[in-house]
């Protein structure tokens, strides 16, 4: 079972970028997908999160208004539409998958699947 996530790169400030994240092995469609993001020195951090029927997202306060996540359960995948990059966003973003049964999106405890990370780099 894998996340395979992609997209990062080199941004200015002000700047877009669209994460992909496509799962294999297993289907993630009843699955709350979400990102985490953990910069250098820093704990990693919740970011978003979407429901299986894309029905509810929910988002870090620091990337709402900025930020998008959507799903695409015909193709097993989970995207994060980035928009008006700041510094403070640069970091490696990680796809995830939580468990069953658990609501605390928040939580990188109910995420079970974790994808290898891609990296986000925001230039002044």
């Known amino acids: 079972v894998q996340l395979q996530a992609s997209g990062g790169g080199l941004v200015q400030t002000g700047g877009s970028l669209r994460l992909s994240c496509v799962g294999f092995?297993?289907?993630?469609?009843?699955?709350?997908m979400g990102w985490f993001r953990q910069a250098p020195g820093k704990e990693r951090e919740f970011v978003a999160a979407?429901?299986?029927?894309?029905?509810?997202?929910y988002y870090t306060d620091s990337v709402k208004g900025r930020f998008a996540i959507s799903r695409d359960n015909a193709k097993n995948s989970v995207y994060l539409q980035m928009n008006s990059l700041k510094p403070e966003d640069a970091a490696v973003y990680y796809c995830?998958?939580?468990?069953?049964?658990?609501?605390?999106?928040?939580?990188?405890?109910?995420?079970?699947?974790w994808g290898q990370g891609t990296l986000v780099t925001v230039s002044s």
């Open positions: 995830v998958g939580q468990g069953y049964g658990y609501s605390d999106y928040e939580s990188a405890d109910t995420y079970f699947y």
């Open positions: 979407i429901t299986w029927n894309s029905g509810r997202t």
């Open positions: 092995g297993r289907p993630f469609s009843s699955h709350t």
